[in-house]
């Protein structure tokens, strides 16, 4: 699973924003001084030719130049390598590395944050001064800064840094004071903004204190002290940081926000806190807008989000597979676990709550222990004003919906302020999120509850996008085997996901699909100018021509470059309208006639423009797959092979359908198994077989010219070679080969068309028979007769026989008696044994197939034990095989049937009135 990551610093907006920040003074002297790790310069150093090997070394003489008024501000140039050391960054100097991946700021042994923004004593504002571009790591926290507290083991920040674009990561608090504050970053003061980075396994875990007090770990990724500060965190990828302590809060994130603080499309996932907040807690003043907030855990509330007396504003969020762990109920309380998904809470209730407002966002697949309520949402005096938000498989678990708790019930959000309980519908999600609750072994994960999962599920570790197989399951200790091993040994607390069986793809995906309830249902009172991927906000999702923000952090885009109907984020082809997603399996329909050589037919697949054959050679010895291109980008249905094989071997041969998508599968073999793609695959050129400029590759109908590809149906086949133009048939199906689709003829004029049809050169048939009416009676007389009534659809009869043994407990157990039956009556001339009877079943038979035998009693229906055979019989020799005959026994090859009710007229007992079950009380030969 890799996480969604926006990048927040594509958008032209936000860098002039951040450029007017760092530049305060036009006009002013700026210098540039220069620092590279392999540099030997001891002094005269900063140019380009002779830079500083250290950053804090040219820092100071920044420091130095502005301070003496040499300089307004300087940039501190940092080539890519591994800086040992820790920084002290002033007011007006900017240290800008050469990106995250190749420049790494090592802050290991020192006891210190890596990085510290402070005035320092030179009395300057404490503003205008950032980092840019390194990995920071190895920082430890400052020890006795605030407090009682160690604080800010990758950052600590005092003023209005700006922070962008670094990886902030594995950054651990150690001293022996009890509160451990802001593992990745620490706001002592300030208005700070955050925005671009990754912030990640950064961790703050305190010993226990003993005695009467208690431990406090908080904000593992980022932590805000002071009311008086605004911090802006935005665009950041936040994710697998801890707060983990005798009192663990904020996972990811822990905000005592000041007005103006806002978190604003961030992606958040992984984290957690052993008590609340495993994503993030809020106190004070925040808005919390257009995030991804997911696979975050917590142990009693408010696993995604943590509001204390929050003026808080939630909007425009996908809060998804937050799971909350506690089992046990405290003294006084109702349950272990509220609010998975969102927990508010307030010390005072109304009126003198603090206002939280919650709208435009999906809360799904949200889980508390099974001792737990309001999965989604729950709130305590708090009674947040909840609207416009979209609920889905939120559980208490293992399997209990549970969406809303504390303060409303479900009946009181769900249905009323726009609150939806419907699917998501969300591109590609797992079966559910979970979270580890103890160490396992590197084959072995340690849950809370196993009954969720299944044997065969494909399991996801900690987002690392490797699919593992569930083995076996011990219900007694909550243990899940798994298949192939991590790389170590599993960890307490790590982000699972359940892909069901057979899952390949675990590239985990939030993106709005055009069916999702959640396209334009949100509400334009709360915006945000641009979602998660810097789309636009609102769009009219839905075509209804108003533009309406959806729910969540993702807007349903309505750009769709090729107008396929498929928005660009999720086509493969985003510049050919002909294909959006990989070619289909041509799978059975490939069909070879041999002569001299070899001609090879298939039928049409859709998403498939051209066709890669291929050929292989079966020997005298074992066989494996050895099959070679034999051609490339085919623009028909059809290829010649004139080679013939070798004495005692044979060739095989697949085919696979080929796009500007790439190559499609080359099918299954006999046991299910994927056939082996070979490599190299065929190479399509780039050809323009039709001449009307547009590549074979990219053009629904290669062979014709088509320049402006126009599709009125949207099946891939543009209209000049589509067979049903204003019919969706992607596959071109046309059994009767006359140059018109299934999906748009009737060829039997039954009134169902060809591609619905089971039977489509037969008029009076369409689908399977029905069960056969009900009153199959066995006559009594020398030599029993079973009969039964006519059934729709059946010109053809089995007759099944099974036995009922007195003290033998009853099953199932007929078997063909009678196959092929063209009237509705069969004798048995067999007695059953002393003791046994015998029971009957009848099925109707014609072109499609058998229908069913019936139902048991509690609706399931009858095993079928075996099918009759079918032989192919023409009773009446009027041409026409009985399985197709409307008339089996009168010869009517014209198949004439006025009442259209599957009786040909000749044998029909009321040929002017539909009567399908030919009933006749008197037995006069009329129908009733």
């Not at 923004?117 to 190895?138: E, Y």
């Not at 419907?422 to 590197?442: C, E, I």
């Not at 960890?491 to 057979?502: C, E, I, N, R, V």
Request: with cysteine; charged share 15%; aromatic share 6%.
């Amino acid at each position: 699973m890799r996480a969604p990551f926006c990048e927040i610093l594509r958008s032209g907006v936000l860098g002039l924003f951040l450029a007017l920040l760092i530049r305060t003074t036009p006009g002013a002297t700026e210098i540039t001084l220069y620092v590279d790790a392999r540099s030997t310069c001891t002094s005269g150093c900063g140019s380009s030719t002779s830079p500083y090997p250290t950053v804090q070394g040219a820092i100071n003489q920044a420091n130095a130049l502005i301070s003496a008024g040499s300089a307004s501000s300087a940039t501190v140039q940092v080539a890519a390598g591994v800086y040992r050391e820790h920084l002290f960054i002033f007011p007006d100097v900017h240290v800008s590395g050469a990106g995250a991946a190749s420049t790494t700021l090592d802050a290991t042994g020192f006891g210190r944050s890596a990085v510290i923004f402070a005035q320092g004593l030179t009395g300057r504002p404490r503003r205008n001064f950032s980092i840019d571009g390194f990995t920071v790591t190895g920082g430890s926290g400052e020890v006795g800064a605030v407090l009682d507290s160690v604080t800010g083991g990758g950052m600590y920040i005092y003023g209005d840094a700006v922070v962008t674009n670094n990886a902030i990561v594995g950054n651990v608090l150690s001293g022996r004071l009890t509160d451990w504050l802001g593992a990745g970053i620490f706001v002592a003061y300030g208005h700070p903004i955050i925005a671009g980075n990754e912030i990640a396994g950064n961790i703050s875990t305190p010993p226990k204190a003993g005695g009467a007090g208690a431990t406090h770990g908080a904000g593992g990724g980022i932590l805000s002290l002071d009311s008086g500060s605004s911090p802006q965190i935005v665009g950041n990828r936040i994710h697998d940081n801890l707060a983990q302590a005798e009192i663990g809060r904020g996972g990811g994130l822990w905000l005592r926000g000041g007005a103006g603080t806002v978190v604003s499309r961030n992606v958040i996932y992984g984290n957690r806190a052993s008590a609340s907040g495993g994503g993030i807690e809020i106190y004070g003043v925040t808005r919390l807008e257009g995030s991804l907030i997911y696979g975050n855990s917590a142990g009693t509330s408010g696993a995604g989000v943590d509001l204390l007396n929050g003026t808080a504003v939630v909007t425009l969020d996908t809060i998804a597979g937050n799971s909350l762990t506690e089992t046990t109920i405290p003294s006084g309380s109702l349950y272990s676990t509220t609010g998975a998904g969102l927990y508010s809470e307030n010390t005072f209730p109304p009126p003198d709550n603090t206002p939280v407002r919650v709208t435009n966002t999906l809360f799904v697949g949200n889980s508390v222990s099974s001792t737990g309520a309001g999965a989604a949402l729950f709130s305590l005096q708090s009674y947040p004003v909840i609207s416009n938000n979209l609920f889905d498989a939120n559980v208490q678990r293992p399997a209990t919906a549970s969406d809303i708790g504390g303060d409303y019930n479900p009946a009181q959000v769900i249905g009323s302020s726009g609150n939806l309980a419907l699917p998501a519908v969300l591109a590609r999600q797992p079966r559910f999120y979970d979270v580890t609750v103890l160490a396992g072994s590197a084959t072995s994960l340690m849950v809370q509850d196993v009954t969720r999962y299944h044997v065969g599920d494909v399991l996801e570790y900690a987002a690392d996008g490797i699919g593992r197989v569930l083995t076996a399951i011990d219900l007694a200790s909550n243990l899940l085997t798994i298949s192939p091993a991590l790389a170590s040994t599993s960890a307490a607390y790590t982000l699972l996901a359940d892909w069901g069986p057979s899952a390949t793809d675990l590239d985990v995906d939030f993106h709005l699909l055009a069916t999702s309830a959640a396209v334009d249902t949100g509400t334009n009172t709360d915006l945000e100018p641009v979602d998660l991927d810097g789309v636009t906000r609102p769009q009219d999702g839905n075509g209804d021509g108003a533009a309406v923000v959806d729910m969540g952090a993702y807007e349903l885009p309505t750009p769709d470059q090729d107008g396929d109907g498929v928005i660009d984020s999720l086509d493969c082809a985003p510049r050919a309208g002909s294909v959006w997603q990989m070619p289909e399996p041509v799978g059975d329909t490939l069909r070879l006639s041999a002569g001299q050589g070899t001609s090879l037919g298939w039928a049409m697949v859709a998403q498939a423009n051209v066709y890669d054959v291929y050929r292989g050679v079966i020997g005298p010895g074992g066989f494996t797959y050895n099959h070679v291109c034999l051609e490339a980008g085919s623009i028909d249905t059809f290829t010649q092979d004139p080679s013939l094989p070798a004495v005692g071997q044979v060739f095989y041969y697949l085919v696979a359908g080929a796009s500007r998508c790439g190559e499609g599968p080359l099918g299954s073999d006999s046991a299910g198994h994927a056939i082996p793609a070979v490599q190299p695959q065929c190479v399509v050129v780039e050809t323009d077989s039709d001449g009307d400029g547009v590549l074979d590759l990219d053009d629904g109908c290669a062979a014709i010219p088509t320049p402006s590809q126009v599709d009125g149906d949207r099946d891939g086949r543009p209209n000049a070679c589509d067979d049903c133009p204003t019919a969706f048939n992607p596959r071109q199906t046309d059994f009767n080969g006359d140059g018109i689709g299934d999906a748009c003829e009737d060829s039997d004029g039954d009134g169902v068309l060809d591609d619905s049809d089971c039977a489509p050169g037969v008029r009076h048939q369409h689908s399977l028979p029905p069960e056969v009416p009900p009153g199959l009676l066995m006559l009594v007389g020398a030599e029993g007769r079973a009969v039964w009534p006519f059934a729709e659809q059946a010109p053809v009869y089995n007759l099944y026989r099974g036995a009922i043994v007195a003290g033998v407990p009853w099953s199932y157990n007929h078997t063909c008696r009678t196959p092929a039956l063209t009237v509705t009556e069969a004798s048995d001339p067999a007695a059953p044994p002393p003791g046994t009877a015998f029971y009957y079943l009848a099925s109707g038979t014609n072109t499609c197939g058998e229908g069913p035998l019936g139902q048991q009693p509690g609706g399931a229906a009858t095993p079928t034990n075996g099918s009759c055979p079918s032989p192919f019989s023409d009773s009446d020799r009027d041409g026409i095989l009985d399985v197709s005959d409307d008339c089996p026994l009168a010869i009517n090859p014209g198949q004439e049937d006025r009442d259209g009710d599957s009786r040909g007229d000749p044998c029909d007992n009321c040929p002017a009135v539909w009567n399908p079950d030919q009933a006749d009380t008197n037995g006069d030969r009329t129908g009733a």
